[in-house]
């Protein structure tokens, strides 16, 4: 259970730095809120694509509706 736990983090952490990293071109470490929205865009989307970066950033037009939003927030807070 805590393996499972632990790679779902990583995942989303991964998810977050790479897409974060695509579209902002700087990252800091996910929030309680940006994990929440991502998390199932992350197991859903990414899990067969790590660690190919560019196969994470190419899942950027499928994110949720919730997880786009938060990249929405954090582009516009860069503003």
Do not use: H, W, Y
């Not at 199932?40 to 950027?60: E, H, Q, V, Y």
């Amino acid at each position: 259970m805590m393996r499972i736990r632990t790679t779902m983090f990583g995942v989303v952490g991964l998810l977050a730095s790479v897409l974060s990293t695509a579209a902002l071109a700087s990252v800091n470490k996910p929030t309680a809120e940006e994990r929440a929205a991502c998390m199932g865009d992350a197991m859903t989307l990414c899990i067969t694509a790590i660690p190919n970066r560019a196969r994470i950033a190419s899942k950027m037009s499928q994110l949720s509706p919730r997880c786009r939003a938060q990249f929405d927030k954090a582009a516009a807070g860069r503003q």
